[in-house]
């Protein structure tokens, strides 16, 4: 299964440690959306597309390099996150990252999000919440993700 994972982490490197942690897992490369061939997504099985939450979303980067991917065949994708607050189950905030790449002709197979360490204001004003975050338990439940995904992946190909 070839398999890469795309992602915007720019504050504290809060996602990228969830991603290098993923990536171990499926053996796969780690890379900013700048760095990707439009024309080589479409020879992977699997995409994972991730970045921290700023006011709500998905870093800008990140959802305009979806937004550049051309519509294409059925592939397979996952999204992940972190953030300083809780995914909100009245309105997660995975899910129009995850519209957006179904709109684009991927299948969304699951989706991963944890706390960050996060100084957006106002929690700059206090140095912050979740200092510690993402911490080993939030790493191991990224590689159980992402051994769930390959299992299923074995299981489909």
Request: hydrophobic share 45%.
């Amino acid at each position: 299964m070839k398999v890469v994972i795309v992602c915007a982490s720019v504050s504290h490197g809060n996602t990228k440690r969830i991603a290098d942690v993923m990536g171990q897992v499926l053996s796969a490369p780690v890379v900013e959306p700048e760095q990707v061939d439009l024309a080589e997504l479409a020879t992977y099985d699997l995409v994972g597309f991730g970045s921290g939450i700023f006011s709500g979303k998905f870093h800008p980067r990140l959802r305009h390099f979806v937004r550049s991917v051309p519509e294409g065949e059925r592939r397979r994708a996952f999204v992940f996150a972190t953030s300083g607050l809780p995914e909100p189950r009245f309105r997660p905030f995975t899910r129009p990252l995850a519209r957006l790449l179904e709109q684009k002709g991927f299948e969304v197979v699951d989706a991963f999000s944890c706390r960050g360490f996060d100084t957006w204001l106002p929690f700059r004003l206090v140095g912050g919440i979740n200092k510690a975050r993402p911490d080993a338990g939030d790493l191991a439940a990224a590689r159980a993700f992402a051994e769930g995904l390959r299992a299923r992946a074995g299981a489909v190909s």
